[in-house]
């Protein structure tokens, strides 16, 4: 399989997962609704050494009718697909990326005990690079299909 039939499969895919996280978001009457923002989840390393979570609204811009994020500058893409019986101690990020859920489930545990819980539309911004990390494990029945997206420096 050539380089030009995997970018194409790869831009069907994220465009499909795009119109579903936007369906999720839009509701079914658009301009009637109030729309709910769009959210990622930022994992990062605090000035303790150990892995923190917050959420973030990303801001959109109206934009031809729809409405669009700033755009940001990464270095590529890839896929993963792991088992629901997966399990990786402890470790940081390998490197700073978003983490988009296409498929599956998976859990992100912190240092502290929390649980992250990442489920098909989810965005993780792994930005834990550093220190103890976090732990990551597969959940559910079905293999959780990943897409690694990794931000420029």
């Given amino acids: 399989m050539g380089w030009t039939h995997i970018r194409t499969i790869a831009g069907v895919l994220v465009c499909g997962m795009l119109v ?8 079914d009457v658009a301009g009637a609704q ?23 609204d990303i801001p959109l811009t109206p934009s031809d009718g729809a409405e669009l994020s700033e755009m940001a500058r990464v270095t590529g893409l ?18 700073k990326q978003y983490v988009v859920t296409l498929r ?21 911004l792994m930005e834990d690079v550093t220190g103890t990390g976090h732990i990551s494990r597969g959940r559910g029945t079905e293999d959780r299909v990943t897409l690694f997206i990794p931000v420029a420096d």
């Fill in 20 to 27: 579903a996280w936007n369906g999720r978001t839009d509701g």
């Fill in 34 to 56: 109030a729309r709910t923002a769009i959210t990622l989840t930022h994992v990062f390393t605090g000035a303790d050494g150990i892995s923190h979570v917050e959420l973030k």
């Fill in 78 to 95: 890839q896929f993963r697909r792991q088992a629901p019986t997966f399990f990786q101690d402890f470790h940081p990020a390998s490197r």
């Fill in 104 to 124: 599956g489930e998976g859990e992100i545990e912190l240092a502290n005990g929390h649980k992250i819980v990442a489920r098909a539309g989810d965005v993780l």
